[in-house]
């Protein structure tokens, strides 16, 4: 196994998140994630990244290192000798970084992680069920993705009885952009005690603002006039007020 770095986040609940990070000798990236745990069910694998410079971002999210620990091909998290890492081995923030070209989007990965209770839980499966139903209703007028996502069945039995759960999985573009859109809807409901994350495949954490995450939408060959309609309808932008159809309803005021 070779050494990974780890970092936790804490949130306010008090639940927490773990990501680690390795370099390969091939020169590629590789990172794990998932709520902190004996393993990281998550993982990616990229080139032209480095490895300073993620956990550069990491850092400024909030995450801090842990230490150095082993994972193996099945995610599992080894502590050599049960120690941490010291404040002082923290890497240094640069006060004056340099400007990194962001690297184009290659993949999305997402995962949920839900540990509402029970009623909350409920109010999920309906919103999940509202969701996918809208999603159904647009979906004619958008072009057909050249493979499903199985990520709409897998909410859909998940969210059927009032255990918790945790789901995760990858968008590539032949999925097309109505799955990233669904769980970025679900993510802005913010239902308390379920955790929504998608990330691209640097470990960059997306927003429910589609305005700045014009990367993604070229990502999956589209842009923000293109899914405006769909983004409306699911609620993550506000309608265009249409002045000439307002103005057709006020009477003539003029005197």
Same mark, same amino acid.
């Given at each position: 196994?070779?050494?990974?770095? =780890?970092?936790?986040?804490?949130?306010?609940?008090?639940?927490?998140?773990?990501?680690?990070?390795?370099?390969? +000798? *091939?020169?590629?990236? /590789? /990172?794990?994630?998932?709520?902190?745990?004996? +393993?990281?069910?998550?993982?990616?694998?990229?080139? !032209?990244? $480095?490895?300073?410079?993620?956990?550069?971002? $990491?850092?400024? $999210?909030?995450?801090?290192?842990?230490?150095?620990?082993?994972? @193996?091909?099945?995610?599992?998290?080894?502590?050599?000798?049960? /120690?941490?890492?010291?404040?002082?081995?923290?890497?240094?923030?640069?006060?004056?970084?340099?400007?990194? %070209?962001? %690297?184009?989007?290659?993949?999305?990965?997402?995962?949920?992680?839900?540990?509402?209770?029970?009623?909350?839980?409920?109010?999920?499966?309906?919103?999940?069920?509202?969701?996918?139903?809208?999603?159904?209703?647009?979906?004619?007028?958008?072009?057909? %993705?050249?493979?499903?996502? *199985?990520?709409?069945?897998?909410?859909?039995?998940?969210?059927?009885? &009032?255990?918790? #759960?945790?789901?995760?999985?990858?968008?590539?573009?032949?999925? !097309?952009?109505?799955?990233?859109? #669904?769980?970025?809807? =679900?993510?802005? $409901?913010? #239902?308390?005690?379920?955790?929504?994350?998608? &990330?691209?495949?640097?470990?960059?954490?997306?927003?429910?603002?589609?305005?700045?995450?014009?990367?993604?939408?070229?990502?999956?060959?589209? @842009?923000?006039?293109?899914?405006?309609? /769909? &983004?409306?309808?699911? !609620?993550?932008?506000? %309608?265009?007020?249409?002045?000439?159809?307002?103005?057709?309803?006020?009477?003539?005021?003029?005197?």
């Amino acid at each position: 196994m070779i050494a990974w770095n =780890l970092y936790r986040h804490r949130n306010p609940d008090g639940s927490s998140k773990d990501w680690a990070v390795r370099s390969n +000798s *091939d020169g590629s990236i /590789t /990172t794990r994630w998932g709520k902190t745990a004996d +393993s990281l069910p998550g993982v990616s694998n990229r080139f !032209g990244v $480095k490895q300073f410079d993620i956990e550069r971002q $990491k850092q400024a $999210k909030g995450y801090v290192l842990v230490g150095a620990v082993d994972i @193996d091909v099945n995610g599992n998290v080894v502590f050599p000798g049960n /120690t941490s890492a010291a404040p002082s081995q923290l890497p240094e923030l640069d006060s004056n970084p340099e400007s990194i %070209p962001t %690297p184009p989007v290659e993949s999305l990965y997402w995962s949920i992680d839900c540990h509402a209770k029970q009623s909350i839980h409920v109010e999920l499966g309906i919103e999940v069920r509202r969701l996918i139903g809208v999603i159904q209703s647009v979906s004619d007028q958008q072009s057909k %993705p050249e493979q499903d996502w *199985d990520g709409w069945q897998q909410l859909i039995d998940e969210t059927l009885n &009032a255990e918790v #759960f945790e789901l995760s999985g990858q968008i590539k573009s032949v999925h !097309g952009v109505l799955p990233w859109l #669904f769980l970025l809807a =679900l993510k802005a $409901k913010g #239902f308390k005690g379920v955790e929504i994350d998608i &990330a691209t495949e640097t470990a960059r954490d997306l927003s429910v603002d589609l305005k700045v995450e014009q990367d993604v939408l070229e990502f999956f060959g589209t @842009d923000l006039d293109s899914i405006r309609e /769909t &983004a409306e309808v699911l !609620g993550l932008l506000k %309608p265009r007020l249409n002045l000439a159809e307002a103005m057709s309803d006020m009477n003539d005021c003029w005197f």
